[in-house]
């Protein structure tokens, strides 16, 4: 009897750390320094480019093999955005107003439409809140998914209007140089089991 007993509560330790790893296994965290997340604008004299290699964000799912997402979270440090130009980051900083609003950020908030093109690789469109300083507005995104065994890789780009979001773009040298308000967001993320 005692060994019985002894058994049965071996079993359902294992099945209960056997289903802890399951459901772990379809939680995904973002890895930064694998992840490229670049803007591109343009001004009355040339085109700019500024990127983060800052990001923090996480993805689960309630089902990964039908890439069934559950939630997904992406936050930016906007002054984690650099051009290779301190004057550039400089005004960047200031019309993103860094010392008052620390991350720019992203929460899913539903999935609209999802195709499968091949194994474990899907087109996705997802409605989202996209949150800049105080300014939050739904927004909708195109991306790409490939699913691996320990990753998850999403890409895809977005075109947004920096006034949309209550900032002023950039100026500089007493304003002769004015940047346009519409920017390109493109982003691959990387994410990994935690």
């Known amino acids: 009897m005692k060994t019985l007993l002894k058994h049965t509560l071996i079993i359902q330790l294992f099945l209960i750390v056997f289903l802890f790893q399951t459901s772990s296994a379809q939680n995904f965290e973002l890895v930064p320094e694998e992840s490229t997340l670049i803007i591109n604008g343009t001004s009355n004299l040339h085109d700019w480019t500024i990127t983060s290699s800052s990001c923090t964000g996480n993805i689960s799912f309630n089902d990964i093999n039908k890439c069934s997402i559950n939630s997904l979270k992406f936050e930016v440090p906007p002054i984690s955005l650099k051009s290779g130009k301190k004057g550039m980051d400089k005004n960047t900083y200031k019309a993103l107003k860094t010392d008052e609003f620390k991350n720019i950020k992203f929460l899913l908030t539903e999935v609209t439409t999802l195709n499968n093109s091949n194994p474990n690789n899907y087109s996705i469109e997802v409605e989202g809140v996209l949150s800049i300083m105080e300014n939050t507005k739904k927004i909708l995104l195109k991306n790409n998914i490939l699913l691996n065994n320990d990753n998850v890789c999403i890409e895809g780009s ?37």
């Open 158 to 194: 977005k075109k947004i209007k920096m006034t949309d979001f209550g900032v002023e773009p950039p100026k500089a040298l007493f304003g002769t140089i004015t940047t346009g308000d519409e920017i390109t967001i493109d982003y691959k993320l990387i994410f990994k089991t935690i």
